[in-house]
């Protein structure tokens, strides 16, 4: 399991990931109350762009969220954001088979990896500073040009 203590967090999703806040709490209120100085910026494409900094930090994590889980799953279809989940990491036309995929990352001694929750599903990697934009590069390719074979 990573440990998000020691990273530079960037977090990249379709819809904040973040957990509940309280009723009453504004979210930097309650990013405080997290023990971290979240900071949650929109792009002109929609995409929110949720960024804790840590200067110190020698290693970033990068992660991708969906708004898209199991409960979003009609009973006919259980299990079907999961297996998305795993085809997305069996190759693109840039990165054709999961080798391709898996020693980009691990080329650089990074960690690569991804999950599928109730109301999300997420890919995420782990990279010393300097390899930040390939593990962007990687994680966008994986989820917009997977080749589904």
Request: net charge positive; aromatic share 6%.
């Amino acid at each position: 399991m990573v440990s998000h203590d020691s990273l530079d967090i960037v977090r990249l999703s379709v819809k904040p990931a973040m957990p509940r806040r309280p009723p009453g709490l504004t979210p930097p209120r309650y990013a405080r109350r997290m023990g971290r100085m979240w900071q949650i910026s929109s792009l002109s494409n929609g995409l929110t762009v949720v960024t804790v900094p840590m200067p110190h930090a020698r290693s970033v994590g990068v992660a991708l969220v969906y708004g898209v889980g199991a409960c979003h799953e009609p009973d006919e279809l259980a299990g079907m954001s999961h297996f998305v989940e795993h085809l997305c990491f069996k190759g693109t036309p840039r990165r054709p088979s999961p080798k391709d995929i898996s020693s980009e990352i691990e080329g650089v001694g990074g960690i690569l990896n991804g999950g599928t929750g109730r109301e999300e599903t997420a890919y995420f990697a782990k990279v010393s500073r300097a390899h930040w934009p390939m593990a962007v590069d990687l994680l966008f390719d994986m989820t917009q040009n997977s080749l589904f074979d």
